[in-house]
């Protein structure tokens, strides 16, 4: 039985990344204004997770942890399913499987917190506790008792390198929010969360990318299209620093890259791939969602009508401020 838990935590808890991607989404959709994020030695030995959100009731703070994971697995098929159902509800279960994680939490409307430890997967600890508005996560050791996961990851600093991916592109996908990101004690980037796109993109990209962004901003067809493109003085020629959000769920679509890269191209002196955030606002049952969940892929009903409001979007842009 723990055996299987520990197995169906290692399918849907891959890296350290996927621990702070699950974490911070579960501070986003607890209405969070502020979140912080720090690791060390590439998420392996430490994640912590600080949010200002509307935390756990007391009554609930076992139960959010203690899904019944293991009730659903009974072979293999059953460990494949849990994946493509999205493993809802299975990420602090699965995450606890594997590590050695302590969470503080309070609502507003309670006097005092809970603080709870788990190490894998069982209840060391629970107390009641001061603590501010919200939710601390901190999970430590991950894979500590799955030598076979801990072997298969990659170096601590190219571990890193994920999950500050996955931090940016969140902290992008919500400007809104307050994100502060820490790598091994030092700030690597925090952002103002005032709702401004362009705010949040200097202040992970800093002031390289500043003079050269141009402002994307079009409306078709109910589908809005939205966000900055620039030439990429970032580093090298790659496709590092092409950010796509569609509803706000970071993706790769061909259809769309080759739209905005063909305008660039036309447009720009650069032969290097440009540097984007785009964000695209439509209906999501235009969306073809029969794709796999875990590969960041979609597909539209209708390619050709993306890719030709996506060219006119980058076209405008483009043409407003050559003239
Ligand atoms: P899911 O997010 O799919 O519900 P999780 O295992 O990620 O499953 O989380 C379980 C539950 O724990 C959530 O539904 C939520 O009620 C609670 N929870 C987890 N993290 C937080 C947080 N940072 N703030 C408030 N509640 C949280
Ligand atoms: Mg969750």
Redesign the pocket.
Known sequence: DDLITKIAAGEVVERPASVVK??I???I??G?SIIEVEIENGGISLIK?T?N????EKD?VEI?FL?HTTSKIKNEDDLYNIRTLGF??????SICAVSKVEMI?KTKDDLTGTKIYIEGGEIIDKIECGAPD??T?IVKDLFYNTPARLKFLKTPSREAMIVSEIVQSLALSKENISFKYKNNGKIVFATKGDGNLLNAILSLYGRQVKDNLLKIDYEENDIKIEGYIGNNALGKNNRNYQTLFINGRLIKNKTINAAIENVYRSYSTSDKFPFYVVKIIMNPQLIDVNVHPTKAEVKFQNDQEIYRLVYKALQNAFATTAS
């Open positions: 699950e974490l989404e579960n501070s959709d607890a969070a997770i949010d959100g509307h935390g756990i609930d959010a899904r809802r509800g299975e990420a602090l279960a939490t919200g939710t996560i």
